[in-house]
Structure formats: C-alpha cells, structure tokens
C-alpha cells in the first residue's frame, strides 16, 4: 500500500481564526475514509488543505502524489447554476490542466474520455444541456465524472448526496466502492448511518479529528471523543445508529 | 438606401460606424465574461473609478481618457486588494472606489482654469465625434480581446465556472483575474467615447442578457452579444442620427427594446410548444 497523503500536527482556518487543530491523518491507496462530524466542526476545512485551496497555519502536509492525480466533488451549493456552460465542458474541465495550449489531437482524446464517463453514468443524453437545467442527482453525475476526468489516486468528496433522491444515493454509494478498487476515496458526509456501511474507515473531525480503524463505532466512543452527530435512518438502506446530538452542544460547535 | 450610402460618404459617420462595430466585439465578450462570472457591479466600480482619471486629465492638460485608463486598472486592482488582503465587504470596497473616483474628477475638473471642453461627451459618450486616432485603440483592443479569448478559452472558461475547482487543477487562477481585471478596465475605457460612463454598463450587460434568452454556452453566449450589441448600436446610431437625440441613450434604448423583442419572440414560442 502506498501513502498518499500525511498530515502533521496541522492546524488551518480562515481569516485568523483556527477551525481544524493538531490533525494527523494518512491516506493510503486502497483507503476509504468518511469523513463526519457536525456542521462547522471543519470537515470542509480538512479537504480544502488537503485541496492546497487553504494553507495550513502550522504543521505539515506531505502529498506523495501530485495535486492533479487529486480529483475533487465540491458541495453542490458552491456552484452556480445559472453559469452558461454545458455538461460536457463541465465535465472536459476536469482536465483543466491540459486546457492551456491544447493540441488537436488532445482535445480530441479529452472529448472522447469525456463522453465515455458521462456513459458510464448513464447520463450521455444530457451531455449537451446547460448545468442548471439539470436535476440534483444528474448534477452530482456529472461533478463525479469531472472528477474523476483525470483518473485520480485519491478521490475527494463533499457532501455528494445533498438535493439527490435516496435511489441515486445508493446507486452512488455503490459506484464508489466500484471505484475503490482503483483509488482512495474521502468522503465527507453528514448522513453518518448510510456511509459508515460502505466506508472502510471513519475519520470524526469537530475541531480535532479521529481516525477511527473501522466503520463501526460506539456510543460510548464518540461520547469521549466529543463528536455529537445527528440520526438519519433510511427505510432500505442498512444503517448504523450513533448518538443523537443535543441542541446546545452543536451550537457551540458552530464556527 | 441611398441615403445611408451618402451617411457613409462622411467621415465622421464611417469613423461611428467603426466604433459602433468595434464596441459590439470587445464588449460583447468582455461583458460575457463579466454576466457570467456576476461582476457587473465591480465593472460599475471600475467604470465609474475612471471618471477620476479624467479630471486628472483635464487639469494637467494630458489626454483624458489615458488618465482614465491608469484610474480603471488602479480601481479594478483596488478594489481586489482591499476586499482580498485589507478585509473589507467586496461590495463596500467596490462602492469606496467608485465614490471615491467620481470624487477626484469632480475636484479636478473643477480646478482646471477654464472651460473643460467635451466633459459631456466622456460622461454620456459621442459616438460621432470619435476620432481615427481612437478607432484604432479599439481596433487593437478588439484583436487583442480576440485573441486573448480564442487561445485561452477554455481556461478562461473553467476558471469563470469554478475557481476553486480550478486552483485544484493548478490553472493560473490569481494571474487570469489580474489579465481578465485589465482587460475590463482597458474595455470600460476605450469606450467611454460610445456610450459614455454613465451608460457603459449597458453594453457590458444588455446585449449579454439578450444572448443568454438564447444560449447557455460561454462560447455561443460571447457570438450572440457580438451580434446583439452591434446590431443595437448601428440601429441607435441611425435613430439619434435622423432623430437628432443623443447617440449614447438612443443606442442604450435600442438595445432594451431588442431584449425585449428577444424575450417576448421566446415567450411566445415557448408557449406555441
């Protein structure tokens, strides 16, 4: 198994203010990491150091791959929907690294590799709508074939199941371990009870972060590690229920 | 038709007729850029910023809208700087420096002895009374638009779409802000002369709204405003001309009533369906 990805006693924020403190994580290959914790707890902060989008206030980050074998599903609400750009320029912009002097000859196998991930999907016949015109489940398709454009060693996901209905979550959920096989995955999610099934392993992060060994874990260890989570059941999907998180605690944990 | 031959025989007309056709292409594409990356109102700051260098010009005797131009990359670089390194409210920032352009112009224009000829013509624009000198400046701009965009449209493009997205994928984020920046402010400058200050933000804007009632793609978005803007321009030129109202507004007037023509034309065939 080869390490991607080593943090360090690393602590980041923004405008000054410390977010994620003392964190040390490994990424592996083979690894598929979820990442929970409550809402301003960092998760997002976490993937954007590891983004290189924040740099970290102390501590250190050694990425043993480059930063474009990373592919990267930002939160859906991050996007603007009403931008004039089409699914398919959408999803060649994963390759951006290449969108500088292309060739001919580039462009043509950038398109191609393009259209055979929108395949893959499912999603062909929309290749050539506009990104607003789309339906949750059909927007997180295409931001995954964005990402996975370039073929990454680790895969970054935030919050992929946001505005998508439950069938597509687990078609999705089960499209990641599909690709597990092939890179690492970080996956953050607030719906705790459905990743923790298809995830190998759980990484709590609320100010500090946790890396627990496997993906089950107990009340009575999440209540010492102060990491306060909400309940989501799902009628199909198997779940496992972790400790219902109070009103006043999670207060404090916005930042 | 004979007689918009004759209009061509005129120097002056032919040089409108240029300009008119100049503005359609460097605003068309500056200002899809700008609708789709939601910066009008840092383009309004800018715009309004260059009024300073103007009154600059007036009182130390230089070509205004060379002041102009040294104030619009200052303010769109300010602008950048207070609200990314001095932490103030974009918008704020954006209204410091608009207010604060505006300001200086006014200090200045009314401390040049004198009469400050033309001082309309900047605020409102005169598309006949540009000059060849000037036709060439927006030539070279426009190629250099061109270009800028043909080479770099896909990065441009990404960057637009999803910043972030793009810093990951190591494209030159910070650098293309600071071109696409200079690219506004030499637009917005160049002409000031068409529309005037007051109203530029019209054909960075309304031929743009008009293309995207027809397309959701940057690329076809950039072709249609082209189109739009020009088509607009040349009518409003023609309607102030044998009107005899002022070109700037009339072009500005044309070119809501053709958004609106657009839309409805849409409505209905939408409805037809």
């Known amino acids: 198994m080869k390490k991607l990805l080593e943090i360090k006693n690393l602590s980041a924020g923004y405008d000054g203010n410390v977010v994620i403190e003392d964190v040390n994580l490994q990424v592996y290959s083979g690894d598929f990491i979820g990442v929970i914790g409550p809402n301003g707890g960092g998760k997002t902060t976490l993937i954007k150091t590891i983004l290189g989008l924040i740099k970290p206030m102390s501590g250190e980050m050694t990425l043993n791959i480059s930063k474009t074998n990373i592919g990267y599903l930002p939160q859906v609400n991050q996007i603007d929907k009403r931008f004039p750009i089409s699914v398919i320029d959408v999803v060649r912009s994963g390759k951006a690294n290449s969108a500088l002097f292309s060739s001919f000859h580039r462009n043509r196998k950038e398109k191609e590799k393009a259209e055979s991930l929108l395949a893959e999907m499912g999603i062909s016949a929309i290749r050539n709508k506009a990104i607003g015109e789309l339906s949750g489940g059909q927007m997180q398709r295409v931001f995954l074939c964005r990402a996975l454009m370039n073929d990454p060693q680790l895969l970054v996901l935030d919050e992929p199941s946001t505005y998508v209905d439950n069938n597509f979550e687990g078609e999705l959920y089960l499209k990641l371990k599909e690709l597990n096989e092939q890179m690492a995955i970080i996956l953050i999610s607030h719906d705790v009870g459905t990743i923790s099934f298809f995830v190998k392993t759980i990484a709590c992060v609320n100010r500090h972060l946790h890396h627990h060994p496997s993906n089950i874990i107990s009340e009575e260890q999440l209540a010492s590690y102060d990491c306060p989570l909400q309940i989501i059941t799902h009628g199909n999907i198997p779940h496992t229920v972790l400790k219902l998180h109070d009103e006043h605690e999670h207060h404090e944990h916005n930042h | ?273």
């Open chain 2, 1 to 273: 038709m004979n007689i918009i031959t004759e209009l061509f025989s005129y120097d002056f007309f032919l040089n409108a007729f240029l300009a008119s056709l100049l503005a359609a292409i460097s605003c068309g594409i500056v200002g899809t850029y700008i609708v789709s990356r939601r910066i009008v109102f840092i383009s309004g700051g800018i715009t309004h910023a260059s009024f300073g260098g103007i009154g600059m010009g007036y009182y130390l005797g230089i070509n205004p809208l060379l002041g102009a131009g040294i104030f619009s990359i200052l303010s769109g670089m300010g602008i950048q700087l207070f609200s990314s390194k001095g932490k103030v409210r974009e918008d704020s920032s954006i209204a410091i420096w608009w207010s604060l352009g505006m300001a200086i112009g006014i200090i200045f224009v009314y401390l040049t002895p004198g009469y400050a000829p033309n001082l309309m013509s900047y605020l409102f624009g005169s598309i006949l009374t540009v000059s060849t000198g000037e036709i060439w400046l927006m030539l070279a701009l426009s190629l250099v638009i061109v270009l800028f965009f043909t080479l770099f449209y896909r990065t441009i493009l990404y960057i637009s779409f999803d910043e972030d997205f793009a810093k990951t994928s190591d494209l030159p984020v910070n650098l293309f802000n600071y071109l696409l920046m200079i690219l506004i402010s030499l637009t917005i400058v160049l002409n000031i002369r068409v529309v005037g200050i007051i109203l530029i933000l019209s054909l960075l804007t309304i031929p743009q709204a008009t293309a995207n009632v027809l397309t959701r793609e940057f690329g076809r978005m950039m072709f249609y405003s082209v189109g739009f803007a020009f088509l607009a321009s040349f009518i409003g030129l023609l309607i102030s001309y044998f009107a005899d109202i002022p070109s700037g507004a009339t072009i500005i007037f044309t070119q809501v009533i053709l958004f609106g023509l657009v839309k409805l034309i849409k409505m209905i065939s939408l409805t037809a369906k």
